[in-house]
């Protein structure tokens, strides 16, 4: 007989979403319980965000120290990477793949934790499949799903069969291929591309779009492709594989349609993601499975009677980050707890709606040159209706700029919403420009009128002092 327990929410997956719907939640005064059947923290900690970017932090830390005159004579005449401590440094950050200090966090924070894999089984109802049985969960108020997404193989004849990487694969991998082929130029293939480049391999990627990063700005992707080919990276652009094979344990070979062909031994598909909601029991709510949740604001899955089902993070398909994730679990969670209380009344400004996965998500893309963007595009602020103007400016003729790397080389642009008179969209394209993105943040989802962002002073000499330039180049 299952062991029966109630809870006021019931989050399934405890990766960074759903810890912090469950902490919200607890924070608000009602019970939480995660349903976790992997590590604790999700792949955030273990086989995305951290241990991609621990491998690319030293290669930056390399390349900016070449970078600056008296800085590179320092290095000798052949400075390269210690592949085997950058690994190392890696493991370290995932805790070398236990998660004892997760579980611990969780102890603390007051949310259980039921090992297992959780299918919804009707209103309000999850089973757990445990190691020791069946685990059957009520929830008072809510049950919220953060399962996530995961790798999706494209349809290319033999790639399957080809024991193709996955990006958690490469993520985690405990050896460096002499060759890697990488199938997609999208943000995880080249940040993945050049972090294995900078420890010794020799890599090709190709993407079918006709440029790097093809969601970006144009000048994102030029630039990066030139550093990448800079760096050594085969760099095939507006290309599709057509077919892949590999016989026994030799090399992998990509067939692509202008008939070039690439060998490697390790072979990354970075290609696209699907949501991890085949296994979920959404049948027994009346839900299809395998596809992505529709939700509103508020996280509430639509289609669902009662307002009780909620899905924050990767599987509504919204935005596809960490910190996007983590954003739509406080409005969850406040969600969740509003409603148990009988006083929701979301509202845009309310902590209760999550409105800025619409038009001003930011991300960085860890490469060197970094990118780092927010809102939209001047492309797609066109394609929305908005009467835009967009101004770039080279980051480089920055005094700040010219002081961190000798010949910095970057880009940056603002496209204008002309009748409001305010930002829409930024995209920064150089060394270290991340650290500017959060101020792009507030400036767009503020909504500051440009005229007010005069009075906003940047720093000299820093590269900050891009916002001027830009404001200057724009006209006021």
């Not at 101020?439 to 767009?444: C, D, E, G, K, S």
Request: one cysteine or more.
């Amino acid at each position: 007989m299952a062991e029966q327990r109630d809870y006021d929410v019931i989050v399934i997956g405890a990766g960074s979403t759903g810890e912090n719907v469950a902490d919200r939640a607890v924070k608000g005064g009602l019970s939480a319980v995660v349903v976790e059947d992997d590590l604790v923290g999700g792949d955030c900690s273990y086989w995305a965000c951290i241990p991609s970017k621990a491998l690319l932090r030293p290669l930056h830390a390399l390349t900016d120290a070449q970078r600056v005159a008296g800085a590179r004579e320092a290095l000798g005449s052949r400075p390269h990477l210690d592949a085997a401590a950058v690994l190392a440094r890696r493991d370290a950050f995932t805790g070398n793949w236990h998660d004892g200090g997760q579980v611990a966090w969780l102890d603390g924070a007051h949310i259980a934790l039921v090992r297992g894999h959780g299918r919804l089984a009707g209103q309000r109802r999850v089973d757990v499949t445990t190691a020791d049985g069946t685990v059957a969960l009520s929830a008072r108020h809510a049950v919220a799903l953060a399962t996530g997404s995961q790798p999706a193989l494209p349809p290319v004849p033999g790639l399957a069969g080809a024991r193709p990487w996955t990006t958690k694969d490469a993520a985690g991998a405990k050896e460096v291929p002499q060759r890697l082929v990488v199938l997609g130029g999208g943000v995880a293939g080249c940040e993945l591309a050049q972090a294995f480049a900078g420890l010794g391999s020799r890599v090709s990627v190709a993407e079918m779009a006709g440029r790097l990063l093809p969601n970006y700005e144009p000048a994102a992707g030029d630039l990066l492709a030139a550093a990448m080919r800079e760096q050594g990276i085969d760099v095939h652009t507006g290309v599709t594989a057509t077919r892949v094979g590999r016989a026994d344990d030799g090399p992998v070979r990509v067939h692509l349609g202008d008939g070039t062909v690439l060998e490697g031994d390790e072979l990354l598909v970075a290609a696209g993601r699907k949501p991890r909601t085949g296994d979920l029991g959404l049948e027994t709510v009346g839900l299809e499975p395998d596809g992505w949740l529709d939700v509103d604001d508020t996280m509430t899955v639509r289609g669902i009677d009662g307002g009780w089902l909620y899905a924050a993070g990767d599987l509504n398909h919204r935005a596809l980050l960490t910190h996007q994730g983590k954003y739509q679990a406080r409005a969850c969670g406040d969600a969740i707890i509003a409603r148990a209380h009988g006083k929701l009344d979301p509202v845009p400004w309310s902590p209760q709606a999550a409105t800025a996965d619409h038009y001003a998500v930011p991300q960085v893309v860890f490469t060197d040159p970094q990118v780092a963007a927010v809102g939209r595009t001047e492309a797609q602020a066109r394609e929305a209706g908005l009467r835009v103007r967009s101004v770039g400016y080279p980051i480089g003729n920055v005094a700040g700029a010219a002081l961190y790397a000798d010949g910095y080389t970057g880009h940056a642009r603002i496209v204008v919403d002309e009748d409001r008179g305010v930002i829409v969209g930024v995209t920064f394209v150089g060394p270290a420009v991340g650290e500017l993105l959060h101020a792009a943040t507030i400036a767009v989802v503020g909504e500051v009128p440009l005229r007010r962002l005069w009075h906003a002073v940047p720093s000299y000499p820093t590269i900050s002092e891009i916002w001027l330039r830009l404001l200057e180049t724009y006209g006021l």
